[in-house]
């Protein structure tokens, strides 16, 4: 049977004839153009009294080092302190550190939300094929038959009020503060590291000196052992002898065991086992790695820019704003516009003739006209929620620039300390031999040898650990102002925030 002999004007001038796009791309243009708005505020950083220097770092406070050395995202800031070791652990840590990883995990994560936000600004298009076969019956007679389709439908709902933009809006953020996560995270592991590090280095160095002090108390007590021997001094010169070398050595096992445990956290911290890992003494130090390298906070204003923390505060602010438009959205009717085409036959032979073509085109307003209140809830919560990211964005501004005041500080104070400490040594060392000389001479009592042995020691040991809290201080004070991580890089997290061999997180 020829199908075109029995429908003689079966299709084409019917779709001319009847069919008025007009209407429908009407329609869509008026989308278009409604398009153009966005409900909601648009987002604007809150203004912060941030003052035009830090009150440790101005002339009248004392101290402003003459030739500061600068820390940039170019150059690993961990290279200023000359040491080979521990730019071989800062590698590892960087492409090995849990914490790290799980960052970078959150991020990608984030990447994927907006990514997904991204595609409600595009139609979907569905495709559909299907083949049934079917009795009815009508007025008493039945009837048996196949009906075989094959089409596309496609749908789109115009962003008219904005939602889609606020929402994409938002993951981006999102995105972006991810990324400035993940940088923080990377600088508070470097930034851990080197501060065990340094403690460990500062460890190796009291182990010296209690290696030589047990050497020098052993043969102090030899000495009044022999003394003792010839009726020179008494029974309790020995004892005293005795008990001040035991102490020593008491001292240096505490020292190993504190020694131990930041081994262990350094080896967590490079993504290896403790029980796998051993970091060598430090037999030798020369003045490059005894260096602490200064480096300048710069201007308050700056440091927005250069801590991930704040940006990633200032970020998760922006998403919070984005988010309340996406709630006073929902207030507004949504449209929706779809089409659909395909052929349907009882055929299959029929199902791609023109006679078997069928079409839809549609467009749909919808309107919530009651719903208790939900949508007021809803934006309610997001304009606490972005209340909320100011308040955690200032507090998280204020406390960078405690800890910028803190360790500016703190280098101040350490470095007059040293100087008091440095005299402090070398007096307790001149008492130290004076003591040891009368003793022999015999015009003094053993009882102000071991005075002066164990205030020489002490003077010592407490140089040795102020020069290791100068550089955790130094390290602290790096991490406090960013590490020369700079907002910048959040412009392509893609290439920068997942680069573990840069400098400083970015």
């Not at 940039?72 to 290279?79: G, Y």
């Not at 131990?260 to 060598?280: C, D, M, R, Y």
């Not at 390298?293 to 998760?316: C, H, Q, T």
């Not at 071991?450 to 201080?473: F, H, K």
């Amino acid at each position: 049977m020829n199908l075109s002999n029995a429908h003689p004007r079966p299709y084409r001038p019917r779709t001319f004839r009847y069919f008025r796009p007009l209407p429908w791309l009407s329609a869509a243009a008026v989308a278009a153009l409604l398009a153009g708005c966005a409900v909601g505020p648009d987002y604007a950083r809150p203004p912060l009294d941030l003052g035009s220097s830090y009150k440790e770092y101005k002339e009248d406070s004392g101290w402003k080092p003459a030739t500061p050395q600068v820390i940039d995202a170019n150059q690993p800031w961990w290279e200023l302190y000359h040491d080979s070791t521990l730019s071989a652990l800062m590698a590892q840590a960087n492409h090995a550190n849990q914490n790290i990883l799980q960052s970078e995990a959150v991020y990608r994560e984030a990447q994927a939300v907006a990514a997904a936000a991204r595609s409600s600004f595009f139609p979907s298009l569905g495709a559909n094929a299907g083949a049934s076969r079917a009795q009815t019956n009508s007025s008493g007679s039945s009837k048996l038959a196949n009906d075989y389709s094959l089409g596309l439908a496609a749908s789109w709902e115009p962003d008219v009020w904005g939602s889609v933009r606020r929402t994409v809006e938002a993951g981006d953020a999102g995105t972006q503060a991810s990324a400035a996560d993940l940088a923080g995270a990377r600088l508070s592991i470097q930034s851990t590291l080197a501060q065990d590090y340094m403690q460990v280095r500062a460890i190796d160095l009291q182990r010296k000196l209690y290696a030589a002090t047990t050497e020098a108390y052993a043969k102090s007590l030899e000495l009044t052992q022999h003394q003792y021997a010839v009726g020179v001094v008494l029974r309790s010169d020995v004892a005293l002898a005795q008990s001040q070398l035991a102490q020593a050595q008491a001292q240096g096992v505490d020292l190993d065991a504190q020694r131990a445990q930041l081994e262990h956290a350094i080896a967590v911290l490079t993504g290896q086992s403790p029980s796998s890992f051993t970091l060598a003494p430090i037999e030798t130090l020369d003045a490059a790695q005894l260096a602490i390298p200064v480096v300048p906070p710069g201007l308050p204003s700056a440091l927005l820019e250069r801590r991930p923390d704040i940006a990633s505060a200032e970020r998760r602010m922006l998403q919070a704003n984005a988010n309340i438009g996406v709630a006073q959205a929902a207030f507004y009717p949504q449209i929706t516009l779809s089409a659909s085409g395909g052929f349907s036959s009882a055929t299959i032979g029929a199902l791609f003739n023109t006679p078997s073509r069928v079409f839809s085109l549609g467009a749909a307003l919808a309107q919530t006209v009651f719903d208790g209140g939900l949508r007021r809830a809803h934006s309610d919560q997001a304009i606490a929620s972005y209340d909320a990211s100011v308040a955690q964005y200032k507090q998280t501004v204020l406390t960078s620039f405690q800890q910028v005041e803190d360790n500016l500080a703190t280098l101040r104070l350490l470095e007059q300390e040293s100087r008091y400490q440095a005299q402090a040594v070398e007096a307790a060392q001149l008492s130290e031999r004076l003591a040891l000389n009368q003793y022999r001479a015999g015009t003094a009592t053993y009882l102000s040898v071991v005075t002066a042995q164990t205030l020489s020691l002490s003077n010592q040991r407490s140089a040795a650990q102020l020069l290791g809290r100068q550089l955790v201080a130094s390290v602290a004070l790096i991490a406090a102002t960013g590490g020369g991580w700079n907002t910048a890089d959040l412009t392509t997290p893609s290439t920068t925030a997942l680069n573990p061999t840069t400098g400083s997180g970015s």
